[in-house]
């Protein structure tokens, strides 16, 4: 640690070599007769394979990424330190991070979910990888109902239950897309808003920033202003906050307004309610049957859509695991689901449609089931079952119209959508009988041509006219892979094919010894001997050893 406060872990500064896989699409699995060409990705397999799998195609094309990491909650290593079992998952979650950085697009956003025994040192980690100043909010959102379980804890007397969650929101910074906050109504009605004009309709309203004052009050003529409490007795209306709420962008408050008032004092009107334009440029509306023998007459209309509603705070207090969240999709994710609307809210905050949205801990597939319904792109990965029984699941159910829970009623689902399953590749590298490095006999050619051109950054992109511009790079360079064995024919031929400023890299289980120098813009590598020391072949897991994920405590909804 050199002149910075940091913090240190066993195998912080280890490598995690990790080996560039490739996605092979499972069409039995993939439900795309909606679209054909789809690029929402559904992914099983190891997240942070996945992830290295993504990082060439996809590095600076994710607008926001969500995850909800396990927590490290259980003893994975009962016969292990518990700072090496915390080591390991400080290391292994480092690793993601930095992939997801990657992946972010420049004016991105990241929200990331975790409880309160790793909060701290992966804020420290963020603040690493993103930068402490753009570290945006961290955000804490209800999870859990007081009761259950944890509250045994609370009746002995040992601590608080524990209700809350964190989402640390981190901006990439490099570039700035501002967050469209939500407006929420506010916590209970003000009883000061306690008018109403009958005849207005809410389309109404939002034309009148359109108009001119004369338009306005045309539309006015005749419009009755009345108290609340008799409207609702003269229409049979129950009053609930809901139904006000509704009718918010009809329903008013009055106050005082001296220069109103002595403006308007000694005029005569024909009509009720008048519109006039402030000096800012903006609508107001005042009452012209009010008391002129007042001392302070109430005669100014203040709307109560304009004025009940704040905008959510880092206190999500709004949204809880409360009713019906655990039916939510369709699938049983024993309390562990979290609800549709909170990533809604992060979803609209932080994209428009059309924007890619990543979710690598997919869980049940909630990101990706709130993604389709609010036309959004989006990747999700899951390295469990879970990919089958409950993501993809819940998925078909979202693109058929089926499920209704959750957002659905709330956008007006219907259906539609699609997205590609794809499985992580196997190994490209194993050991065979006698414990030789050997190539896998699983892949074919085109497997292992595209899979060496990801290990050697290029691109595979076979070209119609020349076989060996298989794989292309950048500046001219190319690469041709090949079981064959490359003898002096083969690369006179190709030379002869290639103008003075192409670059050529050909990769083979053999060549001949007397043409590995032969040309200066051709080089020569031996499978899989130019591979081995580059990444950990054979490895298929590199999962969090957690023992214990979250559980919630949800209240159920009998209704759902």
């Known amino acids: 640690m050199a002149n910075k406060l940091e913090l240190t872990w066993i195998g912080k500064e280890d490598e995690v070599k990790l080996e560039p896989r490739l996605l092979v699409e499972d069409s039995n699995k993939s439900n795309c007769i909606n679209d054909p060409n789809t690029e929402n990705m559904i992914i099983h397999g190891d997240n942070l394979l996945a992830l290295k799998a993504l990082e060439k195609k996809y590095a600076g094309q994710v607008k926001c990424i969500y995850i909800d990491p396990p927590y490290n909650t259980g003893s994975a290593f009962e016969h292990y330190d518990d700072n090496l079992e915390h080591s390991i998952w400080l290391t292994l979650m480092k690793a993601r991070i930095e992939i997801l950085y990657k992946l972010l697009a420049n004016d991105g956003w990241m929200f990331v979910q975790i409880d309160d025994n790793e909060l701290a040192y992966l804020t420290v980690i963020m603040d690493e990888i993103f930068g402490r100043n753009n570290r945006v909010n961290i955000i804490s959102v209800n999870m859990n109902s007081l009761s259950g379980v944890k509250m045994t804890h609370v009746i002995n007397g040992k601590r608080f239950p524990a209700q809350k969650e964190y989402i640390l929101l981190y901006k990439k910074g490099i570039a700035f897309s501002p967050l469209k906050i939500e407006k929420i109504n506010k916590k209970q009605w003000d009883k000061e808003y306690n008018l109403i004009i009958p005849e207005l309709s809410e389309s109404q309203f939002d034309s009148f920033h359109e108009l001119s004052d004369s338009e306005v009050n045309e539309i006015l003529k005749g419009m009755r202003l009345m108290s609340l409490s008799s409207y609702a007795k003269d229409n049979q209306i129950d009053l609930t906050d809901e139904w006000k709420w509704n009718n918010s962008y009809r329903i008013f408050g009055s ?16 009509q009720i309610i008048y519109c006039y334009t402030n000096n800012d440029g903006n609508k107001r509306f005042f009452r012209t049957d009010f008391n ?31 009713g019906g969240v655990a039916q939510e999709g369709g699938v049983s994710f024993a309390k562990s689901k979290k609800p549709e609307k909170i990533l809604m809210r992060i979803l609209k905050t932080a994209t428009n449609e059309g924007d890619l949205v ?14 389709q319904k609010l036309n959004r792109r989006y990747i999700g990965i899951e390295m469990g079952d879970h990919a089958y029984t409950h993501c993809k699941t819940r998925l078909d159910r979202v693109i058929d119209g089926s499920d209704q829970g959750g957002i659905s009623r709330i ?11 794809y499985e992580l590749a196997p190994s490209l590298i194993k050991k065979d009988l006698f414990d030789e490095h050997v190539i896998n006999p699983d892949y074919d050619a085109d497997m292992l041509a595209s899979a060496v051109a990801l290990h050697e950054g290029f691109l595979y992109q076979p070209d119609s006219n020349y076989f060996w511009k298989q794989s292309i790079g950048s500046e001219n360079s190319y690469l041709f892979v090949t079981t064959r064995h490359v003898n002096t024919q083969i690369i006179d031929s190709i030379q002869s094919t290639m103008q003075d400023n192409e670059y050529l890299i050909i990769a083979c289980k053999s060549f001949s010894r007397e043409i590995g120098n032969k040309y200066k813009n051709i080089t020569i590598k031996k499978l899989p001997q130019m591979l081995l020391d580059r990444c950990e072949f054979n490895k298929e897991n590199y999962n969090l050893n957690i023992v214990n994920p979250p559980i919630y405590e949800y209240e159920e909804d009998e209704n759902e």
């Open 411 to 421: 956008v007006n689902w219907q259906g539609g959508g699609a997205y590609k399953f």
């Open 255 to 270: 106050k005082s307004n001296k220069p109103l008032v002595q403006k308007y004092k000694t005029e005569e009107f024909e």
């Open 292 to 322: 002129r023998d007042a001392k302070d007459p109430r005669i100014e209309l203040v709307q109560a859509k304009a004025n009940s509603t704040v905008y959510v705070s880092d206190n999500w207090i709004d949204i809880s695991n409360d």
């Open 358 to 371: 990543l979710d690598s801990f997919l869980g049940s597939g909630t990101t990706a089931a709130v993604a």
